[in-house]
Nanobody, 118 residues
Framework: QVQLVESGGGSVQAGGSLRLSCAAS????????MGWLRQAPGKDRSVVAS????????YYTKSARGRFTITRDNAENTVHLQMTALKPEDTDVYYC???????????WGQGTQVTVSS
């Protein structure tokens, strides 16, 4: 099993920055992809950014592209989401997630609140 622990959420003014972190433990060799997903109350979770662990290939939504950067730290088994130029519409709970080779999100962090005020 893989365990994911998130940190780094908080409240910022529009235009500010936050850095989310997700530390993985357990059977980390099973991880193929890690990502960040967002969820508002009553809404489905949607992928914001993801990274393939082995080769650093990344994916971003249109909204995140150019503002957010997902990176990995192999030595620490940690993935980060550097969020810049934040907008009020970025406000949500952000979840770290991991998938194996099956391509389904199998492991989840506890969620961290990101709040951006105008």
């Amino acid at each position: 099993q893989v365990q994911l622990v998130e940190s780094g959420g908080g409240s910022v003014q529009a235009g500010g920055s936050l850095r989310l972190s997700c530390a993985a433990s357990g059977r980390t060799s099973s991880i193929y992809t890690m990502g960040w997903l967002r969820q508002a109350p009553g809404k489905d979770r949607s992928v914001v950014a993801s990274i393939i662990w082995s080769n650093n290939a990344t994916y971003y939504t249109k909204s995140a592209r150019g503002r957010f950067t997902i990176t990995r730290d192999n030595a620490e088994n940690t993935v980060h989401l550097q969020m810049t130029a934040l907008k009020p519409e970025d406000t949500d709970v952000y979840y770290c997630a991991g998938s194996g080779y099956r391509g389904t999100w199998d492991w989840w962090g506890q969620g961290t609140q990101v709040t951006v005020s105008s």
